[in-house]
């Protein structure tokens, strides 16, 4: 590990205050990889972009940045960050971030059992919960996937993933940058989204050369109608593109 650049923090920060007390029955969301908000434009894409939000998964999200003042002062959305490492010469952190309008009734995070080459930095999942109705809650799972390991073990982390999904009974969006770049990634992915009920959401998009050709972000659906998705190509402040989504909660 390269002990002089990173140190782990691998932990949960609250901030900002929620505006609404039950998410739905329309949500709109939005999912995106912000690549450390280290390109230009970004800030002005994302205050755009989330404008009409109601839920937001970021990944590559950082904290001790510029921005911070986007999530500790917002009255519209409570953030919820699962905190990876910290840069030691910039006191930058990296992780998972999730807003929403709703203040979430339960949220838990997990670490990657590995970590990732040279660095061995780790990936986080961050679950959280909103109240939909007075007896039913949207379990939410913002996840960032290990990269550039072995098969094995990248099935170690996809099985914390779905660990998070085994006690929920009631709908789920599952969503974030699942590093699926080979068949054999994707193909067990979606082999263990079936077993639970798991129905991926269809978009369309350009697949990019630096993810070799395949496409990363992916979102999966259960008991949540799919009234839209959209994929924003045309904004370039990432490595990722942002993905908009419009959901609807069923009677």
Same mark, same amino acid.
């Given at each position: 590990?390269?002990?002089?650049?990173?140190?782990?923090?691998?932990?949960?920060?609250?901030?900002?205050?929620?505006?609404?007390?039950?998410?739905?029955?329309?949500?709109?969301?939005?999912?995106?990889?912000? $690549?450390?908000?280290? @390109?230009?434009?970004?800030?002005?894409? &994302?205050?755009? #972009?989330?404008?009409?939000?109601?839920? +937001? !998964? =970021?990944?590559?999200?950082?904290?001790?940045?510029?921005?911070?003042?986007?999530?500790?002062?917002?009255?519209?959305?409570?953030?919820?960050?699962?905190?990876?490492?910290?840069?030691?010469?910039?006191?930058?952190?990296?992780?998972?971030?999730?807003?929403?309008?709703?203040?979430?009734?339960?949220?838990?995070?997990?670490?990657?059992?590995?970590?990732?080459?040279?660095?061995?930095?780790?990936?986080?999942?961050?679950?959280?919960?909103?109240?939909?109705?007075?007896?039913?809650?949207?379990?939410?799972?913002?996840?960032?996937?290990?990269?550039?390991?072995? $098969?094995?073990?990248? @099935?170690?982390?996809?099985?914390?993933? &779905?660990?998070? #999904?085994?006690?929920?009974?009631?709908? +789920? !969006? =599952?969503?974030?940058?699942?590093?699926?770049?080979?068949?054999?990634?994707?193909?067990?992915?979606?082999?263990?989204?079936?077993?639970?009920?798991?129905?991926?959401?269809?978009?369309?998009?350009?697949?990019?050369?630096?993810?070799?050709?395949?496409?990363?972000?992916?979102?999966?659906?259960?008991?949540?109608?799919?009234?839209?998705?959209?994929?924003?190509?045309?904004?370039?402040?990432?490595?990722?593109?942002?993905?908009?989504?419009?959901?609807?909660?069923?009677?």
């Amino acid at each position: 590990m390269l002990k002089s650049r990173y140190s782990k923090v691998e932990s949960l920060k609250i901030m900002g205050s929620a505006s609404k007390r039950i998410m739905g029955p329309n949500i709109n969301v939005l999912l995106w990889n912000v $690549f450390k908000c280290k @390109k230009k434009g970004w800030q002005e894409d &994302f205050v755009s #972009l989330v404008r009409n939000k109601n839920l +937001i !998964l =970021l990944q590559e999200a950082v904290l001790n940045s510029p921005f911070d003042l986007h999530f500790n002062e917002s009255q519209r959305h409570q953030w919820i960050m699962a905190r990876s490492f910290r840069n030691i010469k910039t006191n930058i952190v990296t992780g998972v971030k999730t807003g929403a309008i709703v203040a979430a009734n339960n949220h838990h995070f997990s670490v990657s059992a590995h970590g990732e080459p040279l660095t061995q930095t780790k990936k986080m999942l961050l679950a959280t919960q909103y109240p939909i109705s007075p007896v039913q809650s949207l379990l939410v799972v913002n996840s960032h996937m290990i990269n550039f390991v072995s $098969f094995e073990k990248y @099935k170690a982390h996809l099985k914390q993933v &779905f660990q998070a #999904l085994c006690q929920h009974t009631g709908p +789920i !969006l =599952l969503a974030g940058d699942f590093n699926t770049w080979n068949g054999r990634r994707l193909e067990y992915f979606n082999h263990l989204a079936a077993s639970f009920l798991l129905e991926e959401v269809k978009l369309c998009r350009k697949p990019k050369l630096s993810h070799m050709l395949q496409h990363l972000d992916h979102v999966y659906c259960r008991g949540i109608e799919v009234i839209d998705a959209h994929v924003h190509t045309n904004i370039h402040s990432s490595d990722h593109f942002p993905i908009s989504l419009s959901l609807r909660t069923l009677n």
